[in-house]
């Protein structure tokens, strides 16, 4: 019997780190070919990703180019993915998410009549304006998608919803806890060496990130501000923000917060320092989708930067918190969990929704059992 071979599609850091433990698991598969194809949407720090978890692209359509736009990156996606398909030859196409190259792959996938697997499907806020273009890119994925692979029963209720048929569609748990298994050890030793220096055991360590297009502007301003004021009023905390290489958040950072005491602004971080930044921190003040879900996995609480979230679990059980991005919010929550060991109690022993860490297995098994090289229906994550 012919092996399947299903080809894995990313392009961005934050896909990257999720698919890693996929296509390593699709690859002790006897019967599967795992494939590779990465965009390079986001070169520099998918390549860091790439290196961390050792893996080597079968096709690299490096696309990334100085002030690419949406629809720059969707173009040469679709036109670079062409050659991948017609040479890789791929029986199944997986895709991650939410980003451009995610809804590039999945339309290419479709143009060229191959199956597509959608890897964190169903999660949604229900305005297509936020997250910006995350939202549409995951609902249209929807529709070009024939295998599914929610996180949570509540991603999985969303697909019911919107009219998607039960039978293609698996709970899993979220990949990037799969991940989280292999990046964080003990002992472990920073290659940044600024990171070495700080003291987790009698400061107050957190972790920030702040990115995406829809703060850019007044939101950024107002975010940036209050964790500005919120290091200076609290003297046992520090702020370390890996910097994200966009340069509209690169002349903020710079503008808001460079200089500020007890502010470290550092270069973006390799997947496995992330991880065990986050594993070492008090705190994770963050707009990102994945630090959402990587953070509680560690039992640190979070603060989200954002007006709305497309994972309410985390909040609903109580381990995330949504900010906003007003100034005198962000302040007042902040300071809150660095001066109330009660309320950081709560959130710190608050349960992870996300998964157990067999996300990856689950989803390889659904996918032999959908091409018939599997007698039974794989089981779902359902606690």
Not at 114 to 126: I, K
Not at 135 to 153: G, I, K, Q, S
């Given at each position: 019997m012919d092996k399947l071979r299903i080809m894995s599609v990313f392009g961005t850091r934050p896909e990257a780190i999720k698919m890693a433990p996929l296509v390593k698991e699709l690859k002790m598969r006897d019967g599967v070919e795992s494939l590779c194809c990465v965009t390079a949407q986001h070169r520099e720090m998918l390549d860091s990703v790439m290196?961390?978890?050792?893996?080597?692209?079968?096709?690299?359509?490096?696309?990334?180019?100085?002030?690419?736009?949406?629809?720059?990156?969707?173009?040469?996606?679709?036109?670079?993915?062409?050659?991948?398909?017609?040479?890789?030859k791929p029986d199944m196409i997986l895709v991650h998410g939410d980003t451009s190259t995610t809804f590039a792959g999945?339309?290419?996938?479709?143009?060229?009549?191959?199956?597509?697997?959608?890897?964190?499907?169903?999660?949604?806020?229900?305005?297509?304006?936020?997250?910006?273009?995350?939202?549409?890119?995951?609902?249209?994925?929807?529709?070009?998608?024939?295998?599914?692979?929610?996180?949570?029963?509540?991603?999985?209720?969303?697909?019911l919803r919107e009219g998607v048929g039960a039978e293609g569609v698996f709970v899993t748990g979220n990949t990037v806890i799969d991940a989280l298994k292999t990046t964080v050890r003990d002992g472990y030793v920073f290659a940044t060496e600024e990171l070495n220096a700080l003291d987790y055991d009698g400061r107050k360590i957190v972790v920030v990130t702040c990115h995406r297009r829809e703060n850019y502007g007044e939101p950024m301003r107002q975010i940036m501000t209050a964790l500005r004021d919120l290091a200076a009023q609290n003297e046992d905390a520090e702020l370390v923000y890996p910097v994200h290489l966009s340069p509209v958040v690169r002349e903020a950072a710079g503008k808001y917060l460079a200089g500020a005491p007890r502010v470290h602004l550092i270069d973006p971080l390799p997947a496995d320092e992330m991880h065990n930044l986050m594993a070492r921190a008090y705190l994770v003040m963050t707009d990102s989708g994945g630090l959402q879900e990587e953070a509680p996995a560690l039992g640190k609480p979070v603060l989200v930067l954002r007006r709305e979230t497309e994972r309410p679990e985390a909040v609903e059980a109580g381990t995330v918190a949504l900010a906003g991005v007003r100034y005198d919010d962000i302040l007042r929550m902040g300071n809150a969990l660095l001066r109330d060991a009660s309320a950081y109690a709560v959130m710190a022993r608050a349960v992870n929704p996300y998964g157990d860490g067999n996300a990856c297995r689950r989803i390889a098994d659904a996918i032999e059992w959908h091409f018939g090289r599997r007698a039974a229906r794989p089981e779902e994550y359902l606690p």
């Open positions: 290196d961390v978890f050792g893996l080597t692209a079968d096709r690299d359509l490096d696309i990334m180019t100085p002030s690419q736009t949406l629809s720059t990156i969707t173009s040469k996606c679709l036109l670079g993915m062409d050659g991948a398909i017609e040479e890789l999945a339309l290419s996938a479709f143009y060229h009549r191959v199956p597509v697997g959608h890897v964190e499907a169903g999660l949604r806020t229900y305005d297509k304006y936020s997250p910006y273009p995350e939202e549409m890119n995951r609902a249209l994925v929807t529709r070009l998608a024939d295998l599914y692979f929610c996180p949570t029963r509540r991603n999985r209720d969303n697909l």
